[in-house]
């Protein structure tokens, strides 16, 4: 199919300028001020902007969990995201103890293949056996993995010691992957659990207490730690403290490259919505928790100044039903909440329209650099021979987020009632219109 996009306010993540965009079989194939020719579809940009795909590197779909599969699985999830504007989302391999990467990677592949979006995946060991380290080797030379997660919390699970982190993090610097980290002290954590558990104090306004910032900081501080003496690069995931972030910048100055994402949730709310009963707060519950408002203003600073490098989801979407589970004890409630399909009208809301960061730099942080960082070749900018993965955006766009008006699958939304500017009115993934005037056609 060719398309044509006339009147196109181009924004990459380098450059601004006015043009006409051909696409013809899943790519960009010509940008030019005027171009003229037959297609199957004209499209008029006049007065929006055009921007790559969005591309989240941080999505939980169909996960399993002790409250069984979060609420998207790949096709509801990835229909979410091209609502929102993300043509390419990054979920995750996690392995069973015992089970090969390889096995579990393939596994993963397949329920992964109704997503209507680009899926990449990150690959977590969760243990060091005499085979991870050839198992890491051929997934990236061999089936074009580009990166590893590891969970310095969740011991009990899918958490690894600091040994197994060293062994991935040396490992992977060699195959020139990258090593992403959930930083939180999980020592710190499991016991001021118990504590509160044991003290009946079992509703969700503990989560928060019980996941304190310097639980973050300190695991993000080791973290820096290693990739100096190391020197090796890092990326810790969903960093949600200003003292995470100030440890980070640190860091960076020293010469260690360490990249930092965080996510909507802790530059939109603070942890004043766990104190409401049940019904209401659950939906919050989610690791690393919500945080005070100099965390949300220090990742502000930190979004605007280059320090975060990337925006991602976290999207780990449950029901009020699978919440439940932990209505008696707030460890049994299922950690995540959906927000896939918001990243980009809340980032587009809360930092381009407030003046504290230009277009450029959003395309930057919400395609670009997740594209660059992880290897998504042909992805994240807008010029000749790049995948045809585009949105039209919207800027005089209003609406209020509702559950009830919402994509994902999911009777939630921790934005319920942000009113939200922007919007990804026509989406085209690899050449193929899934969304048109606002309106989806999957
Ligand atoms: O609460 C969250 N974020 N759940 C998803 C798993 C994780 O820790 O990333
Ligand atoms: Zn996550």
């Known amino acids: ?41 004209i499209i008029d940009a006049k007065g929006k902007y055009v921007i790559p795909g969005g591309i989240d590197p ?22 979410a995201a091209i609502w929102g504007g993300t043509t390419t989302v990054i979920d995750f391999v996690t392995p069973l103890h015992g089970q090969s990467l390889i096995d579990a990677y393939f596994e993963r592949k397949a329920e992964a293949k109704d997503a209507l979006t680009n899926v990449h995946l990150h690959v977590s060991p969760i243990e060091w056996t005499d085979l991870t380290a050839e198992e890491m080797e051929k997934l990236v030379r061999e089936y074009g993995v580009t990166s590893f997660k590891v969970y310095m919390a969740y011991k009990k699970s899918i958490g690894i010691d600091d040994a197994t982190l060293i062994n991935v993090l040396v490992k992977a610097a060699e195959l020139d992957a990258l090593v992403i980290v959930h930083c939180e002290n999980d020592e710190i954590i499991e016991y001021l659990r118990q504590e509160f558990i044991s003290q009946g104090k079992t509703s969700p306004k503990y989560h928060p207490l019980s996941r304190p910032d310097d639980a973050e900081a300190e695991a993000i501080n080791r973290l820096a730690t290693y990739a100096k003496v190391l020197n090796v690069p890092v990326y810790a995931v969903h960093v949600s403290t200003q003292k995470g972030i100030s440890i980070i910048k640190n860091a960076r100055e020293q010469g260690v490259e360490f990249y930092a994402e965080t996510c909507p949730q802790y530059l939109a709310l603070t942890d004043e919505v766990y104190d409401q009963p049940f019904e209401q707060s659950a939906k919050y519950v989610m690791s690393p928790p919500l945080r005070k408002d100099h965390d949300r203003q220090a990742l502000w600073e930190a979004v605007a100044d280059g320090t975060v490098f990337t925006i991602g989801t976290d999207h780990c979407s449950f029901t009020m039903e699978q ?5 008696h004890d ?25 003046g504290k960061i230009n277009m450029q730099r959003f395309v930057e942080i919400t395609s670009y650099n997740v594209a ?21 955006w919207n800027p005089d766009y209003e609406h209020v987020i509702s559950a009830k008006t919402h994509i994902m699958n999911t009777d939630n939304n921790i934005y319920e009632g942000f009113l939200v500017k922007g919007q990804a009115q026509t989406v085209i993934v690899n050449g193929k219109i899934l969304k048109i005037d606002g309106h989806l056609l999957i």
């Open 1 to 41: 199919m060719s398309i044509l996009i006339k009147n196109a306010n181009i924004v990459n993540y380098d450059q601004s300028f006015v043009s006409d965009i051909l696409i013809n079989e899943g790519k960009i194939v010509k940008i030019a001020p005027v171009i003229d020719q037959r297609v199957d579809k």
């Open 323 to 327: 919440k439940r589970m932990g209505l």
């Open 372 to 392: 660059r960082l992880f290897k998504l070749k042909n992805k994240g900018y807008l010029a000749e021979g790049y995948d045809a993965d585009l949105v039209i």
């Open 58 to 79: 941080h999505v939980h779909f169909w996960l399993p969990t002790f409250a069984g599969r979060t609420a998207d699985n790949f096709y509801t999830g990835s229909k």
């Open 330 to 354: 707030f460890t049994h409630i299922p950690n995540g909440a959906g927000g896939v399909e918001h990243r980009l009208e809340l980032l587009y809301t809360l930092g381009v329209e407030s």
